[in-house]
């Protein structure tokens, strides 16, 4: 499985990006996705998951009411809308397939992309 994470980039505090992460390989409607972030000086940390119909998300608490997780199968792709950003969502994020387990934990996810860089400016 290969996952290819993009749409980072340089934004104002209060502005909004759309991450995407295509997924090339095995069948990705098998996988529940994940999106987690990793700033600067701190530990990864997860930010939203969903399962692999879509029918359920998760999110950490600092992406509630602030970030979205969808994916279409169709595409093999899965979004992280985020809007109202802030200087502290300035971090890589990072897409991922899950395994087996806990949603929240980077451990329980198989496969990552490389990354994309968010910046969010004061």
């Known amino acids: 499985v290969q996952l290819q994470a993009s749409g980072g980039g340089l934004v104002q505090a209060g502005g909004s990006l759309r991450l995407s992460c295509a997924v090339s390989?095995?069948?990705?409607?098998?996988?529940?996705m994940g999106w987690f972030r990793r700033a600067p000086g701190k530990e990864r940390e997860h930010v939203a998951a969903?399962?692999?119909?879509?029918?359920?998300?998760y999110y950490a608490d600092s992406a509630k009411g602030r970030f979205t997780i969808s994916r279409d199968n169709a595409k093999n792709t899965v979004y992280l809308q985020m809007n109202s950003l802030k200087p502290e969502d300035t971090a890589v994020y990072y897409c991922?397939?899950?395994?087996?387990?806990?949603?929240?934990?980077?451990?329980?996810?198989?496969?990552w992309g490389q990354g994309t860089e968010v910046t969010v400016s004061s």
């Open positions: 390989g095995r069948t990705f409607s098998r996988y529940a």
């Open positions: 969903i399962t692999w119909s879509g029918g359920f998300t």
């Open positions: 991922a397939a899950h395994g087996s387990g806990s949603y929240y934990l980077r451990t329980s996810y198989h496969y």
